[in-house]
């Protein structure tokens, strides 16, 4: 019941074609949102001509021009104009006060009194005497003056006293400013009376100058008030840039008022317009056919595969969103990019083609964004290149590391070339420059391993690290097959080594078609003495069983199979090898057979001997297919030539084209001719015939002579039945050595 149930269904969708629309609904959502994405960003980007955010003394990356005509105040210009205004006030100050004079030269007399009564104490020592002229603060006097004083005699000392005060006078009724102290001190010596000896007058031109004092005064407050007012006088200074104008040049070091020009274009409002939009849907609706048509062209699977196309979705609009805010701002930024990150991603989770194809798209969307960023999209697009190129498909984790390195390198070889000289760069940013390409290649790196993994997991696709770990001979399923189905096991390790090759020859993807052979009939585990590979003597259960039973449990493998693959957790790409070996194929041996013992009238439902399905939906599981049907034809058949081999692998083949069980595939019939040279290269070496040494001739023989015979002119009883009774293959069994119910399955 539930087998009918199912078949069914099967019919239904095959009816209504649910799963045909189903498959391209998906696409067409996942295109529309990533056109949306596109075209919103390119025209969000259009009307700010290029953003860039620089500081004074950064180097352009790229040259920015004014979008359209603009004019604005600028805040720098305005302020450089209103500090010149404010430059050219004087400093103000209060009228010199006459006080002043008066009060200083009272206390220059006072001072003078001070002295002379330390020098009317002689019984003092002169140290002590010295000291004491010192420690007048009026004067300010150092010890050799204090010195000198003391050794005037008193007349000298009364000349001095008297014309101290009135040289003080003379040189204070002048205006001294703490600015011009310094200049009264040096019209003293003008000032002081001829009529003194030498050593008085020195004595007192040093004290004269000790006493003067400042009379006109700083008026702060004064002075700053006229400023500000020369400030506010000030107009606002306007720019105008010209649509087209050039803002920076790329190379050029920004100056400060480079710097603002570019601030005020970021900080511009976007001015939404028809043909704005228009230019950016243009662009981005054309490039996406473009690689839309180029992926098909270069990955024809992927239009089976949503898993691939959601995670190229995913990816591709995180990293347009990246591209739009880190290419238009801050001038190292653009270097930091991780372009290679996105295209090894893209080579190791889904396909190397698909990954040059993109990393093509992304560098015209960088030059949409960036007209003038040539020289950016080129040490992006190279250092992607060459990140692809060296990890490969990742077989191992090491190639992630050399790759790393190679971006580095490669960053660092087209900024040299791109830049030299380096005149125009200071030391500094030589040193910002090494420590930027080294980080691109190590950050790429880094986010392309994380993301093998994480991505790879989340989204469900299969990475060569996974099917290397799978092809392990220690793997639990294949350490049951090995011990309950020795046969099966050797079976499979002669069809993955046949379509492993035929895959390589044709560009698929070899590894996953000799994983998926190792795997697909891990259901024989279950119920291994029903195939005749593992029948062990000339009695088989089929025997004793109708025929519709017999088909059941032939068929069940596949069933049994996928059960197995879910429980051991193998992923769907493995999957899909145990559902799609034999496709909707006829278990035609019991159904011929069923046919023979119905009784009149009675009505033999051939959906009942086919297998479940899908027919391959892949080149790989398509080749697995033709390499399981071959082998087991050419084991059981076992042509005695080339030409017997040829002709049986060509009709083999062919019927499975005739029959359409290879139409969803995606193989051409050049690779089919392929695949056919191959498989007959490869079949040829592994079963070719072998003589029969003859047995000593025995005398009661007659005189008959043994003659050498090759095992291939023996028939075979025991193929592996389960590709025997598939298409034309028991054909050919029934032709050579008659039909075996044990050969289903």
């Known amino acids: 019941m539930p087998h009918t149930l199912e078949r069914f269904w099967s019919r239904t969708r095959r009816a209504l074609r649910i799963d ?3 498959e391209l609904a998906v696409p067409v959502l996942m295109i529309l949102s990533l056109g949306i994405v596109l075209v919103a960003l390119l025209a969000w980007q259009l009307p700010y001509g290029n953003r860039l955010a620089l500081d004074a003394g950064d180097i352009a990356p790229f040259t920015v021009v004014a979008p359209r005509q603009i004019t604005f105040d600028s805040e720098l210009l305005t302020q450089r104009a209103r500090e010149r205004a404010a430059q050219q006030v004087p400093d103000q100050y209060d009228n010199h006060e006459a006080s002043v004079r008066r009060e200083q030269v009272l206390a220059a007399r006072n001072a003078l009194a001070q002295v002379t009564e330390v020098r009317m104490h002689a019984d003092d020592t002169l140290v002590r005497q010295t000291g004491d002229l010192v420690a007048i603060s009026e004067l300010n006097l150092d010890a050799e003056t204090a010195v000198q004083i003391l050794s005037l005699s008193d007349e000298q000392w009364a000349q001095v006293e008297r014309e101290v005060p009135v040289a003080l006078d003379r040189v204070m009724r002048d205006e001294i400013k703490e600015s011009t102290l310094g200049q009264a001190r040096r019209q003293v010596p003008g000032m002081v009376s001829g009529a003194l000896d030498d050593t008085a007058s020195e004595v007192a031109i040093v004290l004269t100058r000790n006493l003067i004092r400042p009379n006109t005064f700083f008026n702060a407050e004064t002075t700053e008030t006229l400023r500000n007012e020369a400030r506010d006088a000030v107009e606002t200074v306007s720019v105008t840039l010209n649509e087209g104008q050039t803002v920076i040049r790329n190379g050029d070091k920004a100056t400060a008022e480079q710097a603002e020009i570019l601030a005020v274009l970021n900080g511009l409002q976007t001015e939404w317009d028809p043909w704005t939009v228009l230019r950016s849907a243009v662009f981005g609706l054309m490039l996406l056919a473009a690689v839309i048509g180029a992926i098909y062209r270069v990955r024809p699977r992927i239009v089976h595969d949503q898993r691939e196309q959601a995670l190229l979705l995913v990816i591709t609009i995180l990293w347009l969103l990246a591209a739009r805010f ?3 701002s801050h001038p190292l930024l653009p270097y930091y990019y991780p372009l290679a990150a996105y295209a090894m991603l893209v080579a190791v989770l889904c396909n190397l083609r698909v990954a040059q194809v993109m990393i093509v798209a992304f560098a015209l969307v960088l030059l949409f964004m960036l007209p003038n960023g040539a020289a950016i999209v ?4 190279l250092g992607a290149l060459v990140g692809v190129l060296v990890v490969g498909r990742a077989e191992r984790l090491t190639l992630f590391l050399w790759a790393g390195a190679a971006i580095a390198l490669s960053n660092f070889a087209t900024i040299v070339a791109m830049n030299a000289p380096f005149a125009q760069y200071s030391s500094t940013m030589l040193l910002e420059m090494l420590m930027v390409v080294i980080l691109n290649g190590g ?3 880094a986010i392309a391993l994380i993301g093998y993994f994480v991505l790879g997991n989340l989204f469900g696709i299969t990475t060569p690290l996974q099917l290397t770990e799978l092809s ?5 399923l294949l350490r049951q097959l090995l011990l309950k189905a020795s046969g099966t096991y050797h079976h499979t390790i002669l069809v993955s080594n046949l379509a492993e090759r035929a895959a390589a020859a044709i560009g698929a993807d070899a590894l996953l078609v000799r994983v998926g052979a190792y795997y697909h009939d891990i259901g024989k585990t279950v119920r291994p003495y029903f195939f005749a590979e593992n029948i062990l003597d000339e009695t088989s259960p089929h025997e004793k ?5 017999s088909a059941q449990i032939i068929i069940s493998h596949v069933k049994d199979g996928v059960d197995l693959a879910q429980k051991y957790k193998l992923p769907d790409r493995i999957q899909d090898f145990i559902r799609e070996h034999h496709g909707q194929s006829l278990v035609k ?4 057979q069923a046919q023979r013992d119905a009784a009149d009238g009675e009505r033999i439902d051939e959906a009942d001997f086919r297998y479940p399905g899908p027919n391959p939906r892949s080149k790989e599981t398509a080749i697995l297919m033709l390499a399981d049907t071959c082998e087991a034809a050419v084991r059981a058949v076992r042509p005695g030539s080339r030409e017997e081999l040829e002709m049986m692998v060509n009709r083999l083949i062919d019927e499975r084209i005739a029959s359409g069980e290879l139409n969803e595939s995606d193989l051409t019939f050049k690779e089919l001719q392929t695949v056919k040279d191959v498989f007959l290269h490869v079949l040829q070496g592994v079963h070719h015939p072998r003589i029969k040494y003859p047995e000593p001739a025995d005398k009661t023989d007659h005189g008959a002579e043994a003659v050498p015979e090759t095992n291939g002119s023996q028939p075979a009883s025991d193929q592996n039945g389960h590709h025997g009774g598939v298409g ?7 032709r050579v050595a008659g039909a075996n119910p044990a050969m289903e399955g």
């Open 545 to 549: 069983l109708d025929p519709l039973t």
């Open 728 to 734: 034309g293959v028991e054909t050919a069994v029934e």
């Open 20 to 22: 045909r629309w189903r």
């Open 589 to 592: 041996y019991f159904y011929v």
């Open 378 to 381: 080129i040490y992006q697009v």
């Open 472 to 476: 392990r001979p220690t793997h639990p």
């Open 326 to 328: 880190m290419m238009v």
């Open 443 to 445: 950050l790429s790196a």
